[in-house]
């Protein structure tokens, strides 16, 4: 029996741990920089939504996200970061079930949910297109501080 | 000789017009849902950032975007949105003085900046390269309340 509640704060150590697998499985550890503390802070801020599945006591997986400013809508939108639900868990509809408590939060301001998906992930993209989601190829930038700064120095 | 200032509330008729031509160009313009009125609100927000390019009194182009929570780093990132220039002053370098405006103001925070590109736009991902700044191929999506209410009607 799989059941899902929205985390919070004393969940920061369990959504740490699952976000770490979910790096690992997707080798990008490094990219990781946030603890428990910081994640205590986030599950404190309603901006801040994350839903953990449950099998009994176990965290089998979770959706979580930020409710944003778009300037475009001129109005909020609900950006998803992760979906994952634990290996052991797979294909037993846990990943949908979790979408669509995604959707039933987001419903009653009629947020539009967004996120990014890996290019080379096909089997999320057909999972995310049977939900009726739109999928389209697209290009991510970033620009870190050591990038811009170098060309801030020459500048002048 | 251009300058390049924040924008405030009072330029929100400015920079929606500019939003405007850019979501023109782009052919999405009914994505562009942001009246004056939602941009005088967000230019009062600290988190959103817009900076106007104007050669004399005249607006020639802008860059934008919000300063986000992000989970994965526990720290906040700048989202970018937008980057347009208006055809007249294309080629002066305005695009570049723009992102370097950008990058100077999110130096203090040392906030990663982060932004999306469409695929085709082979001539931005060469502009961007050139700043320092890292591409990848990536799938955006999209799930909007009707998309996902229909889903939701039939889970029972």
Known sequence: MIAIDRAGPDDAATVLELLH???????????????????????????????????????????????????????????MDDLYVRPGARDQGVGRRLMLALAEHCQPDELVITWGARSDNEAGHRFYRRLGATLWPKVAASWSPPQYAAHLATRE
Not at 27 to 48: C, G, H, I, K, Y
Not at 55 to 65: K, Q, T
Request: glycine share 6%; net charge negative.
């Open 21 to 79: 697998e979910l790096a690992e499985h997707e080798d990008s550890l490094r990219a990781v920089r946030s603890n428990t503390e910081d994640w205590r802070t986030a599950l404190a801020d309603p901006s801040v939504t994350v839903l953990l599945a449950h099998d009994g006591h176990r965290p089998v997986g979770y959706v979580s996200g930020v409710c944003q400013r778009n300037l475009w809508l001129g109005r909020d939108l609900f950006a």
